[in-house]
């Protein structure tokens, strides 16, 4: 399935120093809302197939670092010529709509621990199946 994407959007991202040793966690959760169309123009570009949102939000605690991250990413996605719902769209679409999204999460990960701690840190989320909130 082809898609058109519009430009991704940090909702939120917290940064949090933590006191006390906390277990690690990964919470990053995937889900899509369709969108209606609210105007003259975007009713017409609706006719090109769906439109939805693709939201992700998340809380992480890597296990050897003494920092929580939590925030909301999410972007707009235009499913082209594709006019079901979204639990009909693939895992591989899935999964091509939500990595750009967690590799945001990733970099912003990294841009704000290489200033807060000193150094940056890496992150690598990977998909399971199952894991997407259709």
Known sequence: ??????????????????????AAQTNIQVSM?????ATDATKEQEKQGNVYRVIVPF???????????????SQVVQADGFFGEADSISGEDWELLSRP?????????????????????????TA??????K
């Open 1 to 22: 399935m082809d898609f058109t994407k519009f430009d991704i959007s940090v909702d939120a991202f917290h940064f949090d120093l933590l006191t006390e040793e906390t």
């Open 33 to 37: 809302q369709q969108l209606s169309a």
């Open 59 to 73: 809380n992480v605690v890597p296990g050897d670092e003494n920092f929580r991250i939590s925030g909301q990413i």
């Open 101 to 125: 999204l967690v590799e945001t999460i990733e970099t912003l990960t990294y841009q704000v621990t290489a200033v807060a701690l000193n150094h940056g840190v890496n992150l690598s989320f």
């Open 128 to 133: 399971r199946d199952g894991e997407a909130d």
